[in-house]
């Protein structure tokens, strides 16, 4: 989330954090792609949203709408009728609420996935998930010299097949991605939930590829 410009990147079921952190009086949600994990979170928005006087768009690629109002809010699945409007992007990009535009990147994943990117004055931010990171990506040109990366790294190094099945990515790959796209920082998200490890992914044997790599964990917070 990016509190101050009232932005929310993806709705899994996380978002149920985002409910303290609102400071605007409009939400703009974007949304990757309408996987289940990604999406799930906008039937918690009557509790998010409860008491708040807040309006909420949610943004999707054109081709997926459908998807969110046929299944996701089916009456036999969910009851209600969504408190929030729904946009189509198809272009590449998206105009936000308060004006400011955000590009969006395609990205390698079964049905397709968008990342962001945010320009600022002076800094800027990606958001890259669920995509295969690859040095041949055509993701990387739109995110060279961002200022902070956020990307995927489901997988640690040893499961390249399933990464490709999946359409996720493994620590190597991302951390030779973020080394062409030179961000100052690169924040690891999208862990697979089953690596129960204390050490997830081991940053150490990717050091001498990218240095500025770290993993996420939930609730941090960043100034970007
Ligand atoms: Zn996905
Ligand atoms: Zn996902």
Redesign the pocket.
Known sequence: MLPEIGVILDAGSGIFRTRDLIETEHLDILLSHV?L??VIGLTFLFDVLQGKDVTVTVHVCAEKISTIEAHLFDPLLFPVQPNFIIRAFDGDSIKLHDGSSVATIPLQHPGGSHGFRFDWDTTSLAYI??TTADTNASYIEPIKGVTTLVHECYFSDGFEEKAELTGHSCLTPVAQVAAMAEPDRTYLV?INPLNESDVPLDLDSVASIYGNLEVAFDGQVIDV
Request: glycine content about 0%; charged content about 35%; aromatic content about 0%.
């Open positions: 996987h994990d990604h998930t669920d999208h």
